[in-house]
Nanobody, 113 residues
Framework: QVQLVESGGGLVQPGGSLRLSCVVSVSIFNTMGWYRQAPGKQRELVAMRVRGDDTNYADSVKGRFTISRDNAKNTVYLQMNSLKPEDTAVYYC?????????WGQGTQVTVSS
């Protein structure tokens, strides 16, 4: 059983920063990502890291968001800077373990003045 627990969401002003955390119940995973979904919209990929430390970012967040991991803590992070109102969504972390995908419960990020 693989469980992901997210935290770090909340309300932030435009231009502000947040760091999302995702604690994973297993220590071995090679693929990790962050997705987001706004009401009435499809879930979209925000950032992904695969084996070899290759990373991909959505064009809308490139240069503002950074995906990383702390192996000692089994934790995945999403650092979000220069936040915009259009970044408002529920954010989900995702990992792949032995060819199976696992998802966090989601955390709300609201960017508003």
């Amino acid at each position: 059983q693989v469980q992901l627990v997210e935290s770090g969401g909340g309300l932030v002003q435009p231009g502000g920063s947040l760091r999302l955390s995702c604690v994973v119940s297993v220590s071995i995973f090679n693929t990790m990502g962050w997705y987001r979904q706004a009401p009435g919209k499809q879930r979209e990929l925000v950032a992904m890291r695969v084996r070899g430390d290759d990373t991909n970012y959505a064009d809308s967040v490139k240069g503002r968001f950074t995906i990383s991991r702390d192996n000692a803590k089994n934790t995945v992070y999403l650092q979000m800077n220069s936040l915009k109102p259009e970044d408002t969504a529920v954010y989900y972390c995702q990992v792949r373990v032995f060819s199976r995908d696992y998802w966090g419960q989601g955390t709300q990020v609201t960017v508003s003045s």
